[in-house]
């Protein structure tokens, strides 16, 4: 921020030298004063324009790689050790899953392992790195875990084991040391929950990731928590508001009864089918484009906001299809897939209890782990 | 940056009241096989991506037939001959003739993990292609694999190659079949020109000759 002080301070005197002596002025000394006074001044506005619409560097470096050397620095040795990968393990880049960890073997600390404090540093890691939006849909889908484990203990099937549910049993690991410059990765995830985040320099990717519920609905102190609500709701809306020519296209004539390219798909991509959004009103690529937020946005505001300015600029070339019954409140199947986002939404179940149950993912056919910023 | 963030981890749930039951038997489709198959379609082959997973119900079916010798162990041998004899349960066919499916790769899960419903099989598949002519071709597909208890995903890969383009897909509602429509545009390459080229030019020098013989004996 000094060089915008000075900028500030250069203006001042440009301005005020300006209208108390113009003579001064044509100075040669005063001349080249002033010609710098204009680049800082347009230095100046540029870094608060930077600033204010949340540019990515200055956030890697105030906030997100400090919170994560933070929670690095609570660890002890061993747990760092555990902690810790080599950026290029891409062995390790891709283990995630959608199973509970009894089933899939993650690397990293475990949370369970982690005292108060290291807990406490964890999550605030993972609040600067996605937006509240984010952090919250992350919690709530830990906390579905949680009541599953002890839905699955109080049920008498608890009594085979936990099959590594709860919020104990999710996993962080990184990839690389945290760093403004050089690329790094951090990795959440246990059951129903994969989270990729890889930054390089000032750009960041949540590409591939993996959120899901079960429950997809439970209460909490009276309250109803439904960690992808705002993907039915919005996915509902958008399908209400397609004409029956346009629904005709949406809906695939295939029953898909689970996500195509989930975790373990990892460098594929299919091709796309239904509607694609040349077709749809204004209004329409505008819902299609909040509901693909529900998934983009849950990475910090600014970074997530430059994904949005992508997917608009290929709105045209973006397709949604839909598989199922399209009456709202369905469990139905769709997808969002354009050139540099892949969604898919697949709820594991039919009738009442399909919504209660839910798989989906997060790919971008071009930059999966970043690495169009890093690979060579 | 303004961000307010709560740390909420140890959020204490002490009422909670659940609207869904643990559900045995609609969750993760615990009684069914999941077959999801990925095709690949280049100029030269079409590779296949298979995905099998066995829900917790049904996977001691599965089970029964991969451990052949039923002593309660996966071998290397038993994982090799459940995979080699997948594909021929498959049929694939070009413009009507059927194509050679080999196994390229496969990772069958131990088998204490394929017993949680959580495992997943995985078979790689190729089969070469003939010399394509430009234009317009069908890729039929079926997979008939324990049917009775199987739910199938069945797509056309995004083409790597930019000389093929996916026109359409049609599969039946269970995705057990269908076919790819896609076309197929032989690139103007360099050789080719060249070719073309020097063919030319033999034939021109054929023609001269001819035409000179022709000259003289008149």
């Known amino acids: ?376 | 940056m303004a961000k307010v963030v709560r740390k909420s981890y140890h959020l204490v749930i002490p009422f909670v009241l659940l609207l869904a039951t643990w559900q045995t038997a609609t969750g993760h489709q615990l009684d069914e096989y999941l077959q999801a198959t990925l095709i690949d379609i280049s100029p030269d082959e079409v590779r296949l991506y298979v995905n099998l997973t066995p829900g917790v119900e049904i996977a001691d079916h599965v089970i029964d037939h991969i451990d052949s010798n039923a002593d309660g162990k996966i071998s290397g041998d038993e994982a090799n001959s459940y995979a080699t004899a997948f594909p021929k349960v498959l049929n694939a066919t070009l413009d009507g003739k059927k194509l050679a499916l080999q196994v390229e790769e496969f990772q069958v899960p131990e088998m204490a993990e394929l017993e949680t419903g959580w495992g997943v099989i995985q078979i790689e598949l190729s089969a070469s292609l003939p010399i394509l002519a430009s234009g317009e071709h069908h890729l039929q597909f079926s997979n008939h694999h324990e049917q009775h208890l199987s739910s199938y995903l069945l797509n056309a890969a995004m083409p790597r190659s930019d000389a093929i383009r996916i026109i359409r897909q049609e599969r039946n509602h269970n995705q057990s079949d269908g076919r790819i429509i896609f076309s197929y545009e032989a690139p103007q390459s360099g050789n080719a020109a060249y070719a073309f080229s020097l063919g030319m030019v033999a034939m021109f020098v054929v023609l001269g000759l001819a035409i000179t013989r022709l000259k003289r004996k008149v």
């Open chain 1, 1 to 376: 921020m000094s060089l915008a002080f000075e900028g500030q301070a250069l203006i001042f005197l440009f301005l005020t030298t300006k209208q108390t002596n113009w003579e001064i002025l044509m100075n040669k000394k005063l001349k080249i004063l002033q010609t710098t006074a204009i680049l800082l001044a347009a230095v100046n506005v540029a870094s608060l324009a930077f600033c204010q619409s949340g540019g990515t560097a200055v956030i890697t470096k105030g906030d997100i790689v400090a919170q994560a050397e933070n929670f690095l620095g609570t660890l002890t040795e061993a747990q760092r050790e555990k902690v810790m990968y080599d950026f290029n393990d891409n062995k390790q880049r891709q283990r995630w899953s959608n199973f509970p960890v009894g089933a899939f073997q993650r690397g990293g600390v475990r949370m369970g392992e982690l005292n108060e404090q290291q807990r406490a540093a964890a999550m605030d890691m993972l609040g600067a790195m996605l937006s509240k939006k984010g952090y919250e849909k992350v919690r709530q889908i830990v906390e579905a875990d949680e009541v599953l484990k002890n839905e699955h203990e109080s049920s008498g099937a608890g009594r085979r084991g936990n099959p590594g549910f709860g919020r104990d049993n999710y996993f962080i690991s990184f990839l690389g040391e945290p760093s403004v410059e050089k690329p790094w990765m951090v990795q959440f995830g246990g059951h129903h929950l994969g989270l990729n985040i890889t930054f390089v320099g000032e750009h960041g990717t949540l590409a591939p990731s993996h959120t899901a519920a079960q429950p997809a609905i439970y209460q909490i102190e009276g309250k109803t928590i439904r960690p992808l609500g705002g993907e039915v709701e919005k996915a509902d809306a958008l399908m209400d508001s397609l004409d029956d020519s346009q629904k005709k296209r949406a809906i695939l004539d295939v029953r898909v009864r689970n996500l195509v390219l989930g975790p373990g798909r990892d460098g594929q991509m299919i091709q796309p089918e239904g509607l694609k959004a040349d077709g749809l009103s204004e209004n329409q690529q505008k819902m299609l484009l909040d509901l693909a937020a529900e998934w983009t946005g849950i990475l910090d505001e600014p970074l997530a906001a430059t994904k949005m300015e992508q997917m608009k600029a290929n709105i045209a070339e973006t397709w949604f299809a839909w598989s199922g019954p399209a009456e709202k409140g369905s469990p139905a199947y769709f997808r969002i897939h354009g050139p540099t986002v892949f969604i898919e939404f697949a709820p594991q179940g039919d009738g009442s209890n399909g919504l209660n149950h839910i798989h989906t993912i997060y790919r971008d056919p071009t930059n999966e782990y970043g690495a169009k910023w890093w690979r060579k």
